[in-house]
């Protein structure tokens, strides 16, 4: 593990080395032994709570990342349903959370507030991810300790307005008054430094972080995500106003011909857009079917390679990136980098 470079306040918070977070991937993708590897090479992950196979499976996951991870800090990815009964579902899983020692949550969909009050009484750090700057407040009274904001980049759900990260990381430290995460495209040192630039306090990746050696999904899709030069991410079910960025492939594919129709009945999409063809397509490596979370960071992404490398080239490309910098500096009379 490299040395600490960057203190902020979410490594203080969090426990953790260094400004790097991974965050949940579902269905069942983020598990255990995924955060784990995030958390012994310095950072923190989350295990997804929903999207296993059978109900004793996320318990397990937290069983296998206490043991390898010997008592440091995990995280856990709660998604709060907007639709009824979301918020019941999640306060089920609240117990498993406080057995196994869980510190920190990234909460994502609808507003965490019913469950907060609950986490906070087990110490539990509540790291809520929202897709624009305007629901940080909402985040902030609901009583987030930090906020992670997801430009129109990030794979998954990009929410509906599509406002870029390079706009919402900027925007959010300067109002939210809790310690901000940028995510959404970020996936390399030099961006680290530019998140920090902008007043957040650490970086969360998805999409890069598909080719970790540490998942278990089929090396033949991590090779496709390799391969990938961002433009075969797309948005689908904006019709439905549920905007999700994903990998181009047939589903994607009926399901933009759908929209194309103007059918709006939920019904003629779950074929398309159900978790066991996404499930399928991670454990088979054939990702012609099934919803796949796909951001453009997929570019930066150029091997299977363990979480620990990841991070390792990410931090000595930040530490490049704060050189480049200094070197720009006309008051310390440097020349121009490209005249060097
Ligand atoms: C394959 C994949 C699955 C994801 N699944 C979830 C999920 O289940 N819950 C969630 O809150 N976010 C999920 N996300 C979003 C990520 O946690 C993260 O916010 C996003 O990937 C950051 O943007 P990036 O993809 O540009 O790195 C997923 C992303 C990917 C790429």
């Keep these: 593990m490299r040395p600490q470079i960057f203190r902020t306040s979410i490594t203080e918070m969090l426990g953790i080395r260094h400004p790097l977070l991974c965050g949940g991937l579902g269905p069942g993708v983020s598990d255990g032994r995924y955060v784990a590897a995030a958390v012994n090479a310095g950072g923190m992950g989350f295990i997804v709570a929903t999207g296993h196979d059978d109900p004793g499976a996320f318990e397990e996951e937290l069983k296998i990342c206490r043991e390898l991870t010997g008592g440091k800090p995990f995280g856990v990815n709660l998604y709060i349903s907007r639709f009824a009964g979301g918020a019941e579902r999640v306060r089920a899983q609240l117990p498993l959370l406080d057995k196994y020692g869980v510190t920190c949550v990234e909460t994502a969909g609808a507003s965490p507030e019913p469950v907060i009050p609950a986490l906070k009484e087990m110490g539990i750090k509540i790291l809520h991810k929202v897709p624009a700057v305007r629901y940080v407040p909402t985040a902030v009274r609901a009583g987030a300790d930090a906020v992670v904001i997801v430009g129109a980049e990030c794979g998954g759900h990009p929410g509906i307005y599509q406002i870029g990260s390079i706009v919402q990381a900027t ?170």
């Design 171 to 340: 925007r959010a430290p300067e109002i939210a008054g809790i310690p901000v995460i940028a995510a959404g495209g970020f996936a390399t040192g030099r961006q680290l430094v530019a998140a920090l630039s902008m007043g957040c306090e650490a970086m969360l990746m998805g999409s890069r972080m598909m080719v970790s050696s540490d998942l278990w999904v089929h090396d033949d899709y991590k090779k496709r995500v390799v391969a990938g030069d961002g433009t075969e991410s797309k948005i689908v079910k904006q019709l439905l106003g549920d905007h999700h960025r994903v990998l181009d492939n047939d589903s994607a594919r009926a399901v933009l011909a759908l929209e194309e129709q103007k059918i709006i009945d939920f019904d003629a999409y779950r074929p398309h857009v159900n978790g066991t063809l996404t499930r399928t397509a991670y454990r088979s490596g054939d990702f012609s079917k099934g919803m796949i979370d796909y951001g453009p960071a997929v570019v930066f992404a150029d091997g299977i390679k363990s979480t620990e490398a990841i991070f390792d080239e990410i931090l000595d490309d930040a530490v490049k990136a704060l050189g480049r910098v200094n070197l720009l500096r006309a008051d310390e009379g440097a020349l121009p980098v490209a005249a060097q």
